[in-house]
Every structure is written in C-alpha cells, then in structure tokens.
C-alpha cells in the first residue's frame, strides 16, 4: 500500500513559477512510476507529466511541455512537479499518482494509487 500527499499548490500569478510535491509512505519510490494529472471545474481529469520507475523515460502533456519537469528523489521518496510560465488555463487540483513498475504512461487507469490533490489556482 502506498499513500501520496500532495503539497505547494496555492494562489499564483500568471506568469510565475510553482513547484508541487509528493510525499509518498508505506513503498519505496524505487518501483514506482509517478504521474501528475489535473482536473478543473467542469472539465475531466487529465494527464500533466510522467516519470517512469527506472527514472528514465518522462512524458509530458503538449500543454506543459516545454514549461514543466518532473523528477523523483528515491532518498526522500518525493515526487516534485515544477511549472514555469503559468497560465490561468493551469488553474486546477492537481493529483499525484503512482503505479509499481509503471512506464510513465499518460492514461489515468494506469495508476493504482492517488493523492487527495492540492488546489492551483493562477490569477491572470
């Protein structure tokens, strides 16, 4: 069993920078491929950004892509989400996830495990 905490979601202005967390406990982040989705009001959850178990492959949305990195720290078992260049449309809960032996895949039925999420909200 594996528990996700999302933190450093909040209020940001278009334009600047956020770095979202997620802590993980009960597994080792080693066998994990972890992935970041979101979801705004009205609209269906969806994919942000990827990093498979071994660390080597990383997917990203065309919607952050260019603008976000994710990276996984198997010391601290943290999954951090950096967005630069926000963007109102960005404005969402965003939901850490987790799949033992996953390969970054986009798609949500992929991830056994999620977090409660952590609001953004980008002001514009």
């Known amino acids: 069993q594996v528990q996700l905490v999302e933190t450093g979601g909040g209020l940001v202005q278009a334009g600047g920078s956020l770095t979202l967390s997620c802590a993980a406990s009960g597994r080792s982040f080693r066998e994990f491929a972890l992935g970041w989705f979101r979801q705004a009001p009205g609209k269906e959850r969806e994919f942000v950004a990827a990093?498979?178990?071994?660390?080597?492959?990383?997917n990203y949305a065309d919607s952050v892509k260019g603008r976000s990195t994710i990276s996984s720290d198997n010391i601290m078992n943290t999954a951090i989400l950096r967005i630069n260049n926000l963007k109102p449309e960005d404005t969402a809960v965003y939901y850490c996830?987790?799949?033992?032996?996953?390969?970054?895949?986009?798609?949500?039925?992929?991830?056994?495990?999620w977090g409660q999420g952590t609001q953004v909200t980008v002001s514009s």
């Open positions: 996830a987790a799949e033992q032996y996953g390969l970054g895949y986009p798609q949500s039925e992929k991830y056994r495990y």
């Open positions: 990093v498979s178990y071994t660390g080597r492959t990383k």
